[in-house]
């Protein structure tokens, strides 16, 4: 038998990278007036509500950690706005109140899970880190870095087998971008041709050290390219930019193609955590950041080109401040979970 000498070269079975089809270049959403209204709110339903979870933890009503997502609005309404919520699964890091209000569910059961009341989603029992909803098809909520990230590969093979036509919308951040099980996913979902986009939310600075200083490679969205994943890098503070570009993602996966990357380029205003000063940057920074790259500031300019009232954005404005006002008072009001709940939802059956 003829052996294949050991300096052979392999025969390829691939096109070369730079032979193989990309996806088109996403182009910004064009919104109606109603869906840009409806951008506004839940974008602005988000950062109310984070202005009063960190309050509440300053008040001691919330314990343990709480990451808040003021600043990165966009992101979360831009591209959950674009699923099937009958078919696509939802799975993320442990920032997570903002993806949890974009897919529409209610702020009172996501304050109540904040303050660790039995009427919260998870029961009181996951707090800010850990909160899902299987109705929704929204699976964390996820305290370990990177960890998601598998099991999104999980979710989209789950898809795949089933054959039930969804996708699943894997978030991470730019801190989760060098964890070594992210790269496992991407080599096995490009090899099965899952169908899965995975989410790089860039906000520059991680848990506290900015991408240039902990990345090599920190234009994030060519992260893929050695597993033949393509990827795509979006203005995340853009919210009709994120559609577009969700728009172009959905059609590349769901037409077979195997996995899609995103970097959203986005920006959180406050630390970390509630427990981060963020002394790692300037206050002129997140100042000039606030002032001419707002999410919630740009829709609002497109609003009143499309001739929208300031008295209208205040009407807007007024009842998500009641609606957030509610629910904080519904969490503060309601109990906290028996004792027996201590051994629920620990095991799927007794042993």
Not at 49 to 62: C, D, N, T
Not at 71 to 95: F, K, N, P, W
Not at 103 to 122: F, H, N, Q, W
Not at 304 to 311: K, M, P
Request: hydrophobic share 40%; glycine share 12%.
């Amino acid at each position: 038998m003829a052996r294949t000498p050991r300096n052979a070269a392999p025969q390829a079975d691939a096109a070369p990278i730079a032979n193989r089809e990309r996806p088109v270049e996403p182009r910004r959403y064009e919104a109606t007036k109603e869906e840009l209204t409806e951008f506004y709110r839940q974008m602005v339903l988000i950062r109310r509500f984070e202005e009063r979870a960190g309050q509440l933890y300053g008040l001691g009503l919330i314990g343990g950690f709480c990451h808040l997502y003021i600043g990165q609005e966009a992101v979360a309404v831009g591209l959950q706005s674009a699923l099937d919520g009958e078919r696509d699964s939802v799975i993320t890091g442990y920032r997570d109140h903002g993806h949890m209000l974009a897919y529409g569910l209610d702020p009172k059961i996501i304050m109540a899970e904040l303050t660790g009341r039995a009427a919260g989603i998870s029961k009181g029992k996951g707090g800010s880190m850990h909160m899902f909803s299987v109705e929704k098809k929204f699976y964390g909520g996820h305290g370990i870095v990177g960890a998601q990230v598998a099991l999104g590969g999980g979710l989209a093979f789950a898809h795949k087998y089933r054959g039930d036509g969804g996708v699943c919308l894997a978030y991470f951040g730019d801190g989760a971008a060098n964890q070594g099980q992210v790269y496992e996913t991407l080599n096995m979902a490009e090899l099965w041709k899952l169908p899965i986009i995975f989410v790089i939310e860039n906000n520059h600075y991680a848990m506290g050290t900015s991408v240039n200083r902990a990345s090599s490679e920190d234009q994030l969205y060519r992260r893929g390219e050695s597993f033949r994943v393509p990827g795509l890098q979006v203005d995340g503070m853009d919210v009709l930019a994120v559609r577009g570009a969700a728009e172009t993602a959905l059609e590349w996966v769901r037409g077979g193609k195997g996995p899609i990357l995103l970097e959203l380029k986005t920006y959180r205003y406050r630390g970390h955590s509630m427990s981060d000063p963020a002394k790692y940057r300037t206050r002129e920074e997140v100042q000039a950041m606030k002032d001419n790259s707002d999410a919630i500031d740009l829709v609002k300019r497109e609003l009143e080109a499309l001739g929208v009232t300031e008295e209208e954005l205040k009407a807007v404005d007024k009842d998500i401040r009641q609606i957030v006002a509610e629910a904080a008072d519904f969490a503060e009001q309601s109990p906290e979970p028996e004792v027996n709940e201590l051994y629920t939802d620990v095991l799927v059956e007794q042993y």
